[in-house]
């Protein structure tokens, strides 16, 4: 018998619609979903399809000589390498810190937490401007390396260096509430049973973190690739060695080569939305085996 009351107090709660149905908080579907393709059309897509455009100006000749240049090329490499470097740094070095952070107490803990989201916050020229003074050859730092043949500004190791810094919170901030999640029963239970540390580390803590480690490895990347405000500055910008993609595009702008810069950023435009598939389909995979 007590169970009716509590049944009838729940749909009496319930807000009903005339139309028989639950009233929902949004106004409809119809109407949320037609604000949501008009935002998006002018926001994104609409200046997508003009980049698409513009590019369809060129014949397929002029387009393949545009984004097959050996400039062209040189950028592509330096650019997608470096983001993979970085990435892969930030996978490892992103894993320790999310890992201090969640299984560790020490004073300061929550500065160090606030200090992951400082490259979100920080300008990105503001950071170029820091690694540069501090790496070039009158740096603080670069003061000491470049006498023992070290050199980090203006070169390709200045460049990797600053896609690490902008790329570690997409890694920590993605790693962290997954960990902090984490059963430390299963841990305890496998110590129980003779497991070694790296053994628990990887047959128990890995399996359940790896998709969210891949998610961060692959949003840290594409982070990387459209970098531009950081790189430029400790770079030092010069052809086939240590110029970008983003900054041959801007190079083509400012010589009025508009066809030119916009076949370069479709090839960047494919890449990133490729990258964002992979991402997609990799949080859905995580979101599917945390369901299980």
Request: hydrophobic share 55%; with cysteine; net charge positive.
């Amino acid at each position: 018998m007590s169970g009716a009351p509590s049944s009838a107090l729940s749909s009496a709660a319930a807000p009903v619609s005339r139309s028989g149905g639950t009233r929902r908080v949004l106004p409809g579907f119809n109407l949320t979903l037609g604000y949501t393709l008009f935002y998006l059309c002018l926001i994104v897509l609409i200046p997508l399809s003009a980049l698409v455009f513009k590019t369809f100006t060129l014949t397929w000749d002029q387009f393949w000589v545009a984004v097959t240049a050996p400039r062209v090329m040189a950028s592509y490499r330096l650019t997608f390498g470096a983001s993979l470097i970085a990435a892969l740094v930030n996978l490892v070095a992103g894993l320790l810190v999310a890992w201090v952070l969640v299984r560790y107490k020490f004073p300061g803990k929550k500065i160090v937490d606030a200090l992951v989201d400082l490259p979100f916050a920080l300008p990105t020229a503001v950071a170029g401007i820091s690694l540069t003074a501090l790496l070039a050859g009158n740096g603080w730092i670069g003061q000491y390396l470049e006498p023992l043949g070290i050199k980090l500004a203006f070169t390709p190791a200045g460049i990797v260096i600053a896609l690490i810094f902008i790329g570690l919170p997409f890694v920590v901030r993605t790693v962290q509430p997954v960990l902090e999640d984490t059963e430390k029963e299963l841990e305890e239970a496998a110590t129980s049973l003779g497991a070694t540390r790296l053994q628990t580390f990887t047959r128990v803590i890995l399996p359940s973190i790896l998709p969210a480690l891949l998610t961060g490895f692959a949003m840290a990347f594409a982070r990387a690739v459209g970098e531009y405000g950081s790189v430029i500055f400790i770079a030092g910008n010069m052809p086939m060695v240590s110029e970008i993609t983003p900054l041959i595009i801007i190079g083509k702008l400012e010589q009025y080569d508009y066809a030119g810069a916009t076949a370069v950023a479709l090839v960047m435009l494919v890449i990133s939305f490729m990258l964002l598939l992979v991402i997609n389909a990799l949080q859905g995979w995580q979101r599917r085996r945390s369901a299980t």
